[in-house]
């Protein structure tokens, strides 16, 4: 029989659970609410038009879905790399005598404001981004990812400076995620004669679920930010694969015409790309979630490795 304080216990924490799951199912309802006005009248076209023209009143968000995702995949291939070497020069390499002064500083860029990366961004991220553009040879401004003049505030600038924003959080998880790998793992790969870095990649294979997750705690982070990119895309609701190109996404432009709404047509269309972007987080949330539930029970079925006697094996 369960004591009534245990029984109080588990119904006051799940009860705390319960109100994450209630803020998160009212706000997806309050954002279909304050938008039902543009999905009555656009429907499903509003996710996949371009024309975005408030004087006519014709509203798409596929240029702003298709900037947001651009951007934060680009961030993402440029800071995984380099958030996961910090986390495992941190966790594996570094001296003692560093080591605190790196965790501070990986942690104090997480905690800096996204208006100051943006400021950082106006005045030494596109110039140099720039500068980089106009030094391109013609062979690779034929292409089509750097054709377009060299304006500096673009696709490329936006992805540069998310993926600075990014490294942070997605190396802050991923040290405390290889911190918390058994010792028992190194000693058995060095057991068996592996090198040191050998050794370091056993432990990044044992804790590969975990890094999955910091990886995607990154990606919504990037799917998120809004002043920083605002300030080095371009904001300019066209499509293009060209990184050179002025380009948008739907937090700047919630951010850029929330205020000058005029109709209310205009402000549910910008509410909708809230309602968007809140579903298009979910759903990527959710293949997240499931991609680490498979790896965990594709682990958890791999058989088991042969245990040899030692009479067999001294014979």
Same mark, same amino acid.
């Given at each position: ?17 319960? /109100? ?37 009143? *014709? ?9 947001? &995702? ?13 958030? &996961? ?10 001296? #003692? ?9 990986? *942690? ?58 990014? /490294? ?5 998880? #991923? ?7 058994? /010792? ?51 904001? !300019? ?14 937090? =700047?432009? &919630?951010?850029? *015409? ?18 968007? &972007? ?6 990527? !949330? ?20 042969? /245990?040899?006697? =030692?009479? *067999?094996?001294? #014979?």
């Amino acid at each position: 029989m369960k004591r009534p304080e245990n029984l109080a216990f588990r119904l006051g924490t799940g009860l705390f659970g319960l /109100v994450l799951i209630v803020i998160v199912a009212a706000i997806g309802v309050e954002l279909f609410r304050q938008s039902s006005l543009s999905i009555q009248k656009f429907g499903f076209d509003f996710w996949r038009t371009q024309v975005w023209d408030p004087v006519a009143g *014709e509203f798409g968000a596929l240029p702003f879905i298709w900037g947001t &995702l651009y951007s934060s995949i680009l961030a993402l291939l440029l800071s995984t790399p380099i958030a &996961l070497g910090i986390a495992v020069f941190i966790s594996e390499l570094c001296p #003692a005598r560093l080591k605190t002064a790196l965790v501070f500083l990986t *942690e104090l860029l997480a905690a800096i404001p996204s208006i100051v990366y943006g400021l950082w961004g106006i005045f030494v991220l596109v110039p140099a981004v720039r500068s980089l553009e106009l030094s391109l040879p013609p062979a690779l401004k034929a292409l089509p990812f750097f054709s377009g003049p060299p304006f500096g505030v673009g696709m490329l600038s936006a992805a540069l400076i998310l993926a600075v924003m990014v /490294v942070p959080f997605t190396s802050s998880v #991923a040290r405390e995620v290889l911190k918390a790998v058994p /010792v028992a793992q190194r000693e058995g790969a060095y057991a068996l004669g592996a090198t040191r870095l050998e050794a370091i990649w056993a432990a990044l294979y044992y804790a590969r679920t975990g890094i999955i997750g910091a990886v995607m705690l990154g990606f919504g982070r990037a799917l998120g930010e809004t002043m920083a990119v605002t300030m080095v895309i371009g904001n !300019n609701a066209k499509i293009s694969l060209s990184l050179l190109a002025p380009q948008h996404t739907m937090a =700047a432009v &919630l951010a850029n *015409e929330f205020t000058e709404a005029d109709t209310d047509l205009y402000l549910n269309a910008l509410i909708e790309i809230g309602l968007v &972007l809140f579903v298009m987080t979910l759903i990527i !949330n959710g293949l997240s979630r499931l991609l680490i539930w498979s790896m965990a029970q594709s682990a958890k079925s791999a058989p088991e490795p042969a /245990v040899v006697p =030692a009479a *067999e094996s001294a #014979a």
